[in-house]
């Protein structure tokens, strides 16, 4: 199964992401953006960083999820590649991230992600599987 696909769009940039659980899905949004942020297959997993995040619904979890995680990117210059999901209700979130500061002599930046917005945001279940798109400002 793949885990996320690009949308075509016309100033920002899209994906579609998809998994078997919620869990899955919050875990597999925040690989696809990592992966267009750099060449992930280069980051190390040597620290892990807890997030824990609150909203009141999913859509707004996920959202608060990913900007958690981004933040950590734009402020500290960390690249995560792995995610792990320990709780998930459907206005908490709490987990971890593992990788490794940015290295400009080992990582290579693909595409510079701004924000994570709500532009088409909604998470769908269908067929057993979740699905959803997400937005990002470039």
């Known amino acids: 199964m793949k885990i996320y696909e690009l949308l075509n769009h016309t100033a920002d940039l899209g994906i579609r992401v998809y998994g078997k659980t919620l869990k899955d899905l919050f875990s597999n949004s925040a690989y696809a953006m990592f992966d267009l942020i750099a060449d992930i297959e280069k980051v190390e997993s040597k620290e892990k960083i807890e997030i824990e995040k609150s909203a009141e619904d999913e859509n707004e979890l996920l959202i608060?999820?990913?900007r958690g995680l981004h933040s950590y990117y734009a402020v500290e210059g960390y690249l995560f590649k792995k995610?792990?999901?320990?709780?998930?209700?459907s206005q908490e979130v709490a987990g971890f991230?593992?990788?490794?500061?940015f290295d400009p002599q080992k990582h290579i930046l693909k595409k510079e992600i701004k924000a994570v917005t709500?532009?088409?945001?909604?998470?769908?279940?269908e067929k057993g599987l979740y699905k959803t798109e997400?937005?990002?400002d470039v």
Not at 83 to 89: E, N, P, V
Not at 118 to 125: M, N, Q, R, S
Request: charged fraction near 25%.
């Open 64 to 66: 608060n999820w990913l």
């Open 83 to 89: 995610f792990r999901i320990l709780k998930l209700t």
């Open 97 to 101: 991230a593992e990788g490794e500061k």
């Open 118 to 125: 709500y532009h088409a945001l909604g998470i769908e279940k």
């Open 134 to 136: 997400i937005i990002f």
